[in-house]
């Protein structure tokens, strides 16, 4: 059993996570309105603890500094058959049309600090969570879920990973909600670096009376570009981490990276971290023996559809499940910043992706140079004798079995040679 303790962070031993199968225990303080967590999980045959700090007196709550919703995919069906459909029989199974929908579990960010204690002072961002009567049971196994992930990785023997963000704790109201505390390392996502870097370009472009210096436009693409790789590199670190530590991502996106600067000057200083664990699936070989669970029931249906049917099928098609998702947000980071605003956005990329050139990134490209707003994204990419295209094309693969893991991407020449 794990006693969350106030006052302490994670050890650095294996813990006992929330189980995703009920809704975990929870025990009134004496604070009213107000709850500690205490946990417990039967795992393996050892018993070790880990610590967070769970007591409502340990935090002071700030300002609310925004929300974000999530994407429910409600089921998936095959390539319907058509003139504008042409495809060989060996892609069936293994390209799915998603039915995608907002769901109902909204996220509030609110600023805050640890108030007491020997961390006091430690910035936090509170992660909220709706109780019951607002987003009923999913909400709460959502945020059990996202504490399961966080407690696993983060209580790993090899230490705590600097691509992830790090949980220190959390509490629960009387109405239900809950509030996890998570280390303050920047407010800023890539999606929101997208924006403001769009934003730039459009304001440079409708500079008319005076044109951009040739030679400050290729510093700032030299900037950019240097800024795009470390962002997407560490994002690709943490997801390396995650895998080898038995854990599927699920909800990567431009939203999911966590970002200290969104300045290109401080790119040097940059430490992208992975955050939004809630839809996190556990893919070691004993929890694959148990069955699905409320988080990977779709994602083994999908796997079943593409011919994975054993335990270790079913952990890559997970893994490389993961790295296409990697490629969509690798390709939104190669178009968004590079583009003027509006000019291109995640879900128009995937359509021009998936629908249009079904997944030939090459016929992309050659689609992208006729159109001269694409062009500094099609320059990016086509660095180290288009590196990008081809790392692109073996994330998104429609053949799951070939895409690269988590580390090969990292490591990939486009990422770590002198492309510029």
């Not at 935090?59 to 089921?75: D, K, P, Q």
């Not at 670096?193 to 440079?204: H, P, Q």
Request: glycine share 6%; proline share 4%.
């Amino acid at each position: 059993m794990i006693f969350t303790t106030p006052h302490c962070f994670f050890s650095c031993s294996t813990s006992l996570p929330f189980s995703l199968s009920k809704k975990p225990s929870f025990f009134l303080s004496k604070k009213p309105r107000l709850s500690t967590w205490v946990s417990s999980r039967t795992r393996s045959s050892s018993l070790c603890t880990a610590s967070l700090i769970t007591s409502p007196d340990s935090f002071e709550v700030g300002r609310l500094i925004g929300s974000y919703g999530f994407m429910n995919v409600t089921s998936y069906s095959g390539f319907q058959s058509g003139a504008d459909l042409e495809f060989s029989s060996g892609d069936l199974g293994q390209l799915r049309v998603q039915d995608v929908g907002e769901g109902s579990v909204k996220i509030r960010l609110y600023e805050g600090r640890i108030a007491q204690g020997p961390f006091e002072g430690t910035p936090v961002i509170f992660k909220v969570y709706p109780g019951q009567r607002a987003a009923g049971i999913e909400a709460d196994m959502m945020a059990a879920n996202e504490l399961n992930a966080h407690a696993f990785l983060q209580s790993s023997s090899k230490g705590i990973c600097k691509n992830l963000l790090l949980l220190l704790g959390g509490f629960e109201t009387k109405t239900g909600e809950q509030w996890l505390a998570f280390r303050d390392n920047g407010k800023y996502s890539a999606a929101d670096f997208a924006k403001a870097t769009s934003e730039k370009v459009s304001r440079a472009r409708s500079l008319q009376e005076k044109p951009w210096n040739p030679f400050e436009q290729e510093q700032a693409f030299k900037r950019r570009t240097y800024f795009v790789i470390r962002l997407f590199q560490g994002a690709m670190n943490g997801l390396a981490y995650m895998h080898n530590h038995e854990r599927l991502h699920q909800s990567l996106g431009p939203a999911s990276v966590i970002l200290n600067t969104i300045v290109e000057r401080d790119a040097v200083y940059l430490v992208p971290k992975l955050r939004d664990l809630a839809f996190s699936v556990d893919i070691s070989f004993s929890s694959l023996e148990e069955g699905p669970s409320t988080f990977s029931e779709d994602l083994w249906r999908r796997a079943s559809s593409a011919g994975a049917f054993t335990p270790m099928e079913r952990r890559s098609f997970g893994i490389a499940d993961d790295i296409y998702e990697a490629g969509l947000l690798f390709a939104y980071l190669a178009f968004v910043p590079f583009c003027e605003a509006g000019i291109m956005d995640s879900l128009s990329l995937q359509r021009l992706l998936e629908s249009t050139f079904k997944l030939d990134v090459m016929a992309t490209r050659e689609y992208c140079l006729a159109d001269d707003r694409l062009l500094e994204a099609v320059k990016f990419l086509d660095l180290g004798d288009a590196a990008g295209w081809e790392l692109l094309q073996a994330m998104l693969n429609p053949d799951f079995r070939k895409r690269p893991i988590a580390e090969a991407v990292a490591n990939h020449r486009f990422l770590t040679a002198n492309v510029l």
